[in-house]
Each structure stands twice: as structure tokens, then as C-alpha cells.
């Protein structure tokens, strides 16, 4: 049996169930991820399959890029979706995830990789920087919806601006963590000015400016045919891949740099009917690629040895990550902002795990050599998996009843506001 023929096939299926398996599930308490994780799981046991799904640490440049490139159309994605500006007011609750939450989450699951797990210091830092983010890929479910669609309340917008800038502002402490493994003379001087000051800025310059010049081209040149006017969702693809390439080839962090051009080229025009073309484009391409490393990784963990380093310790560790750290920290780092307690909880309860994390992982490890790598991949890929379970059979029901109370309670304010008019 030729193997090409055998993937070309899978692929084909895979593309298919990319178009259908969200209108199937649109109903259930199930997620697309939930589906691909044990798609890969299934199909990697098959006895005699040509190919296999390796270990990740077999070749952690390939993971490092495959996921890198899912990441970035993601976060181009969350960013082309918001229709709100993202500022200092309307992204209050954004900013405190960020500023205090994040922080914090790296601080407790750093000390409990710590004491649980038995890791050193830069073993313990790379896995909880790479824990700490929402994934921009496996948290649509909660986000807003497509532009202009009008579902963009506080929760849904929180978590998708939330989701699109912490994947950027974890890589300091990624390379902090690399700068750990070998220490040399003013290696703390030479991480807080480049790694986290440049990088950060220029990060968020070029975006800005990658997304100001190519909104420009698209909906202000002054010509007879409007750029806008191709209809061509292919665009979306191309700011994705200038802004991170620029970005990256000035040494900036090209995760922020994106996700700032998206919402920098949404903003120049922001109720141009373009921008819902090029997000159906790029969420397309977004659900293609998500499913296919979702079903590489449910065959790593099913076949390649990922969990193979799983006891008692991963699953401690698992579960105060899942249930206490992120709930615990994100109820507070929202505190003082009058938020009713559903919607508070809700934002802090959906921290999702996913392919980020995968990608940190590896940037790491393909930069220095950490002890532990064995047990740090398998503990994070139980926390994806049960990340993934637990979010997909929840995130229905939850954002279905959190919408009925939002309503009842505009509802309340609405007749209380006719009565008081009345008096």
C-alpha cells in the first residue's frame, strides 16, 4: 500500500469533516478538538498504517513550525473578529488578565512544577510559561463571533482579546527560561532589555504599522477600483504572513506583532463587509490546520509515548493547573470591576490549553536543553487533552445559559428604566 495514497486519503477525510463536523456538533455538548484528539487517538492504532505520530520530541523543529504557523492564523483570526476597539476602556478586563492574572498563573504553576513535579527552575518556568496562555486556536468557542455578527459581549470579548495578546506576552518568559538553562555574565540585563523590552515593542510597532499600510492600501487608495473589491480572502493570509515575517526578522515577537496588524486593519475600516470574507477565509484555514495537528496529537498520545511519563504527580499537577490555578487567579484579578459573578466566573473558568502550548514547548526545547523533557511534554499534553474534554463539553451549555441571564438582565434594566421614565 503506497503510503501517499494512504495520507493523501486521510486528508481528503479530513478536509471533509473539517466542513461538516461543526454544523453536527453545533448542538452537542461536544467540541471539533474533542472529535480530532480521538480521530488521531483511533486511527493511529490501526495495526499496519503506513506512517507514524511520533513523539514530538522525535522532531521538535517540525512541531515547533507546523504549530507556529496554526498559531499565527489563529491569532489573525481573533483580531479581524472584534469589532469593538481595543483600548484602554473597552479592554479593561483584558488588561488585568494580562497584567495580573498571567503573571500569576506563571508564578503558581511554576511552584507547583516545583514541588509536585520535581523540576528545576528552567524546566519548571519553560512548562508554565507555555501553560499560562488561552490558546488563540482552541478557544473559539468562546470568542466572539465573525465581524459584525453581534455576538460581542464582555465575556466573549475578554477571552478573545485576552486569547490574542498573552501568547505574545509569553515568550519572555519562555526565553527567560532558555536564558536560565546556561547562565552567563549580565544575562538578566540582556533579558529584560531585549527580550522583553525590544521585543515587546517592536512586536506592537510593526504591527501597527503593517496593519495601518496594508488597511490603507485596502480601503483608502484612491484609485477606481478599491482593493477591497477583489473579494479575494487570500489577504487575510498575506498580513498574516508580512506582519510575522517582518516582525521576526527585526527580532520582535511576531505572535503580537499579528494579532496587532488584525485589529490595526480592522480598525482603518471597521465596518467594511471585506473584513467578514477575509475571517471566514481565515477561520477556514484556521479549522484545517487545527484538526490535522489535533489528530497528529491524539495519535502521539495514543502511539508516539507522549503519556508515557504520566503518574500521579502529572495528574495532580494537571488538576490544580485546570481547577484551582487559572479559576482561582482569574476571579481575581477581575475583582473591584462590578462584574455579575456568572460572567466573572466564566471568564476566569475558561483558561483553554492547546496547540500554543505545544509550540512553546518546542521553541524551547530546540533552543536548550531542559532536564525533564520527558515528563514535561507528557504532563502538558494530559493538560491539553483534559483542557480540551473538559472546555469542549462545557463551553455549550455554559455560554448558552450565561447568554439567558445576560438577556433577562438587559430585560430587568430596560423595564426598570421605562418605569423610572414613567415617574
Not at 506563571?106 to 512548562?127: D, H, K, Q
Amino acid at each position: 500500500m503506497d503510503p501517499f495514497i494512504v495520507v493523501l486519503t486521510g486528508f481528503g477525510v479530513v478536509v471533509l469533516l473539517t466542513a461538516w463536523l461543526p454544523m453536527v456538533l453545533k448542538e452537542l455538548p461536544l467540541s471539533l478538538p474533542m472529535v480530532c484528539v480521538a480521530l488521531g487517538a483511533l486511527i493511529f492504532l490501526i495495526p499496519g498504517l503506513p506512517g507514524l505520530a511520533p513523539h514530538p520530541m522525535d522532531n521538535l523543529p517540525l512541531v515547533e513550525r507546523l504549530t507556529e504557523i496554526v498559531v499565527i492564523v489563529a491569532l489573525m483570526g481573533a483580531g479581524l473578529k472584534l469589532d469593538r476597539p481595543l483600548d484602554w476602556v473597552s479592554g479593561v478586563l483584558t488588561w488585568r488578565l494580562l497584567a495580573i492574572a498571567m503573571p500569576l498563573t506563571i508564578l503558581a504553576i511554576g511552584i507547583a512544577g516545583f514541588t509536585i513535579l520535581g523540576l528545576g527552575v528552567a524546566s519548571t518556568l519553560l512548562l508554565a510559561a507555555s501553560l499560562a496562555p488561552t490558546d488563540p486556536v482552541l478557544a473559539s468557542d468562546v470568542q466572539v463571533g465573525a465581524p459584525g455578527a453581534g455576538r460581542e459581549d464582555d465575556v466573549r470579548y475578554t477571552l478573545t482579546s485576552e486569547a490574542g495578546l498573552n501568547d505574545g506576552l509569553a515568550f519572555p518568559f519562555v526565553n527567560l527560561a532558555v536564558a536560565l538553562v546556561a547562565v552567563k555574565e549580565g544575562w538578566l540585563v540582556e533579558w529584560l532589555a531585549y527580550d522583553v523590552v525590544w521585543k515587546l515593542a517592536v512586536g506592537v510597532a510593526v504591527g501597527w504599522v503593517v496593519g495601518r499600510a496594508l488597511g490603507w492600501l485596502t480601503f483608502r487608495l484612491p484609485n477606481r477600483s478599491k482593493l477591497s473589491r477583489t473579494g479575494d480572502g487570500l489577504v487575510a493570509l498575506g498580513i498574516t504572513a508580512v506582519a510575522y515575517g517582518v516582525t521576526e526578522i527585526v527580532h520582535g515577537y511576531g505572535f503580537l506583532a499579528v494579532f496587532v496588524a488584525a485589529v490595526t486593519f480592522r480598525s482603518v475600516e471597521r465596518d467594511h463587509a471585506y473584513h467578514d470574507l477575509l475571517h471566514a477565509f481565515i477561520e477556514q484555514l484556521e479549522r484545517l490546520l487545527m484538526m490535522v495537528l489535533l489528530v497528529l496529537l491524539g495519535g502521539a498520545m495514543s502511539d508516539g509515548g507522549l503519556l508515557d511519563a504520566v503518574d500521579w504527580r502529572v495528574l495532580l499537577f494537571a488538576a490544580l493547573v485546570l481547577f484551582v490555578v487559572r479559576p482561582a487567579v482569574g476571579w481575581f484579578s477581575l475583582a473591584g470591576r462590578g462584574l455579575p459573578t456568572d460572567e466573572r466566573a466564566v471568564i476566569s473558568f475558561f483558561g483553554i490549553r492547546g496547540l500554543g502550548t505545544a509550540y512553546y514547548l518546542a521553541y524551547g526545547m530546540v533552543e536548550a536543553k531542559f532536564e525533564g523533557a520527558e515528563l514535561i511534554w507528557s504532563t502538558a499534553a494530559v493538560i491539553v487533552l483534559v483542557s480540551v474534554v473538559m472546555h469542549g463539553v462545557t463551553v455549550t451549555p455554559v455560554m448558552r445559559a450565561l447568554d439567558r441571564r445576560s438577556r433577562k438582565r438587559g430585560a430587568a434594566a430596560g423595564t426598570g428604566s421605562s418605569v423610572a421614565a414613567m415617574r
